[in-house]
């Protein structure tokens, strides 16, 4: 009786599998687990950056298509994009002439997207258009996009002030290029981190790299600092910190800002998968791909064993990671129906509390004439220092 009983249990646990059940995002234990079920055909479409322009959005892109596995297309925009922006919307269009695609992700749009955006909402309306850390003018980005995600670019230029200040540093080197500082948000961070500078008595300097998608590229960028570095502490002293726009300056900047004693005050894109495991020679299991707390940790045994503890900071999240796991989650629940339409603000905050917990602060953007911009979502973490 015994043994029929439990071949029952198990035909009955098998039949429920078969029956493809599924929990809803409210019911699920972990949040970065798949709610779908494989029997489903949407698709979602992640595009980032090469892993040569940006290995940290790449490398989110593969986690959230492993995440979704069979339900995401990860492509890649160009490294020149500035000169190959068709090949990037060739590229859109395709995705969007596959009726099973329903939602696009951009992770940190390059200037023009927006153009792009549009020509996909001409065939597909419906389409969900997720733009992360677009560099549009924000009232443009806004329109073109269901919703976007960005930093909290002004608030975090103060952030970055301050923690210079609070590192002890009378100096603060911002390290960017014309084609960056003809961006919008990335001026207004750059001028707030001015502003609050001067109020903390603290020598704020412009200094400019090559542009790594001009002639010289990304080895050209990564060669003009490891040789400016070392003589802008040598003017300036130790306690100086430093701060670039771009990700190809990320690697070479930590390496020689902390061999010759100075400071690091974070990557352009807040994240610790961000040029500290190369410059360090962190080498990172498997197993502890993506895993932020071992990264945190290794990187501050690195700093201390360097007698360099405080020497560099960074936010206690991923930014990268957030907006492709963020933007997965909302959009599935779009797809699902569970959404008040393309954008909804109450979902979205439900998905960042799904992903990242309570420790994120959200509000909207505002254009030039203080008009609030609802769906342009920003973002800000809390500092830290390894």
């Known amino acids: 009786m015994k043994r029929a009983t439990t071949w029952i249990l198990v035909l009955a ?12 995002p409210e019911e699920s234990k972990a949040p970065n687990e798949s709610t779908v079920t494989e029997n489903d055909n949407w698709k979602i479409a992640v595009m980032t950056s090469t892993v040569t322009q940006g290995e940290e959005a790449y490398r989110a892109g593969e986690m959230v298509a492993e995440q979704y596995k069979g339900h995401v297309t990860h ?4 490294d020149n994009f500035t000169t190959e922006q068709e090949v990037a919307l060739s590229t859109l269009l395709s995705l969007a002439a596959d009726p099973d695609v329903k939602a696009i992700l951009v992770s940190g749009a390059p200037a023009g997207f927006s153009a792009m955006f549009d020509k996909v909402k001409e065939k597909r309306p419906d389409m969900l258009i997720w733009a992360g850390s677009p560099s549009d003018d924000i009232s443009v980005a806004a329109a073109a996009a269901d919703i976007c995600f960005d930093i909290d670019i002004v608030q975090q230029g103060y952030q970055l002030a301050q923690a210079a200040k609070d590192m002890g540093c009378e100096t ?3 390290y960017s290029f014309p084609r ?11 001028n707030a981190m001015e502003e609050r500078c001067k109020e903390l008595n603290i020598t704020f300097v412009d ?5 790594p998608t001009s002639d010289s590229g990304t080895t050209g960028t990564q060669q003009f600092v490891l040789e400016d570095v070392p003589k802008m502490i040598q003017k300036y002293g ?3 910190a430093f701060f670039g726009t771009n990700q190809a300056q990320v690697e070479p900047m930590i390496k020689t800002v902390l061999e010759n004693g100075g400071y690091f005050l974070m990557p352009n894109d807040p994240s610790p998968f961000i040029g500290f495991a190369s410059a360090l020679g962190i080498e990172v299991p498997d197993e502890y791909q993506g895993d932020t707390a071992y990264m945190e940790k290794a990187i501050s045994d690195k700093l201390a064993a360097q007698n360099l503890t405080g020497h560099a900071g960074n936010w206690n999240v991923s930014l990268q990671m957030l907006n492709l796991q963020v933007g997965a989650y909302y959009a599935q629940m779009y797809i699902k129906g569970e959404t ?3 954008f909804d603000a109450d979902a979205f905050n439900k998905a960042m509390v799904a992903v990242a917990g309570e420790g994120v602060s959200i509000r909207a953007n505002s254009d030039a004439s203080g008009n609030e911009l609802s769906n342009y979502m920003l973002i800000l973490a809390d500092y830290m220092t390894y």
Do not use: S
Request: aromatic content about 2%; overall charge positive; charged content about 15%.
């Open 340 to 342: 008040q339409g393309l």
């Open 207 to 211: 200094a400019t790299t090559p542009d």
């Open 75 to 78: 492509v890649t925009y160009p």
């Open 180 to 190: 960056h500082m003809a961006v919008e948000k990335l001026l207004a961070r750059r």
């Open 13 to 24: 646990m098998a039949l429920m599998l078969l029956a493809g059940c599924q929990q809803t």
């Open 172 to 174: 603060v080197v911002h």
């Open 238 to 240: 130790k306690n100086t």
